[in-house]
């Protein structure tokens, strides 16, 4: 068949076409001439930003059952927790937990006509005196931080539903916001799930008297049959930037990453919680008066950064690898020839792109059989001024339908 001719081995990719229907797709949802953002240059030197880790509180499902049924939409109590399943009359279903906002699921139609996942999701026991929740990581997460003139920072932890919109028939979107305490920053997270696409909008708006930093991005998890089998179609030229990758509450990362005896060792990565986000993405770490605990940080000092540009058009992620990239297209296709399939990724007012291989050296359809995409600020800050409203996001493009 004609749309199989990709994974022939003597496939020659012809480098910045993409399908024209990913952007006029996310179009007609929204306006991606809405989302731009002014990219500024920042010195990279602010204090790194606190993160309070904010227990969530049990979600009332019977209420959201009441209040927000309908529209493709249905409401699934899990613990503390509740899932939200939105599904498309062709078949097409994507999942978010309430209170955290992760994405959890995202099924497509194929060119075989099955339904497959598209997103890597992990489910672990939980540890120490939790070890009766179950720890979900994965999917699509915001891994972000807040930074204003005054050096008040935040990090949202929790989110509320707010709207839902849409029909079965066509496409379905669910709302949810999130506020600081002091409720000056508003966040709005739109999800929208079309019958060949899903995108994820973040809406920052500053009510505050001070200008906000925003650092970090929207993570997504892709899920593979293994990093060997990804190929990346479209980066070749892109400059990008050799980094540690992060780690949040909902990002995956190999124990073994980076050490040096791993197939496709690089260089050495660190993992870091999220409460060091902005170590990981660039800042420089702040003097420490106090020499006695200087030497307890001195083992996570940043090494060089190792910087290029990408000469490969048709990049195969089999080595482990942590980069960011800039000037990088907004659109590209990832290419799994295990699953026999593609999916086109995209952003929109985030500049940069973030991506991690965990490597081919773990089993196949494993716990570590996925990339890591992230939409993203991580080496100059996004600035949203007083009064002002910044837009950004990701989505994902299923070019298989017929």
């Not at 001439?33 to 204090?47: A, E, G, L, Q, T």
């Not at 050096?151 to 669910?174: D, M, N, Y």
């Not at 479209?234 to 980094?243: A, H, M, T, V, Y």
Request: a negative charge.
């Amino acid at each position: 068949m004609a749309r199989s001719s990709i994974f022939s081995p003597k496939f020659t990719p012809t480098p910045y076409q993409y399908p024209s229907i990913a952007i006029s797709s996310m179009m007609s949802t929204k306006s991606l001439s809405s989302f731009s953002s002014p990219y500024v240059n920042c010195k990279r030197d602010f204090p790194i930003a606190k993160v309070a880790s904010i227990p969530y509180e049990p979600v009332n499902q019977d209420y959201l059952e009441g209040e927000f049924s309908g529209h493709g939409v249905t409401f699934e109590g899990i613990g503390d927790s509740c899932i939200a399943k939105m599904e498309l009359e062709n078949g097409s279903i994507a999942k978010l937990m309430l209170p955290s906002g992760l994405i959890t699921s995202y099924k497509a139609h194929m060119w075989h006509k099955g339904i497959v996942e598209l997103l890597h999701t992990s489910v672990s026991e939980g540890v120490a005196d939790d070890a009766d929740d179950a720890v979900i990581q994965g999917g699509i997460s915001l891994a972000l931080s807040f930074e204003s003139d005054d050096q008040a920072s935040w990090s949202p932890s929790t989110w509320s539903l707010h709207q839902v919109r849409g029909r079965p028939a066509e496409s379905i979107q669910i709302e949810m916001i999130s506020n600081d305490p002091e409720r000056k920053i508003k966040l709005k997270h739109v999800v929208t799930l079309e019958e060949d696409f899903l995108s994820s909008e973040l809406i920052v708006s500053n009510s505050s008297s001070t200008s906000l930093r925003l650092l970090g991005g929207v993570i997504s998890h892709l899920t593979v049959s293994s990093p060997d089998a990804i190929y990346v179609l479209g980066l070749e030229g892109s400059n990008f930037i050799d980094r540690k990758p992060i780690l949040s509450e909902f990002v995956i990362t190999p124990p073994d990453f980076g050490l040096e005896n791993q197939p496709g060792y690089g260089q050495v990565y660190g993992k870091m919680s999220l409460g060091a986000l902005m170590s990981t993405l660039g800042a420089k770490k702040q003097s420490n008066a106090d020499e006695t605990e200087s030497s307890n940080t001195s083992a996570s000092e940043e090494e060089e950064d190792i910087e290029g540009e990408e000469d490969d058009n048709y990049k195969q992620l089999t080595d482990e690898m942590c980069r960011i990239y800039t000037y990088a297209p907004r659109a590209f296709t990832v290419m799994d020839r295990g699953r026999r399939n593609s999916i086109l990724v995209g952003r929109s007012g985030f500049e940069e792109l973030y991506m991690m291989s965990p490597g081919s050296n773990h089993e196949f359809y494993s716990k570590f059989a996925y990339i890591c995409v992230g939409q993203a600020a991580m080496l100059k800050p996004i600035i949203v001024e007083p009064g002002d409203e910044w837009r950004g996001g990701a989505f994902l493009h299923n070019p298989n339908l017929e």
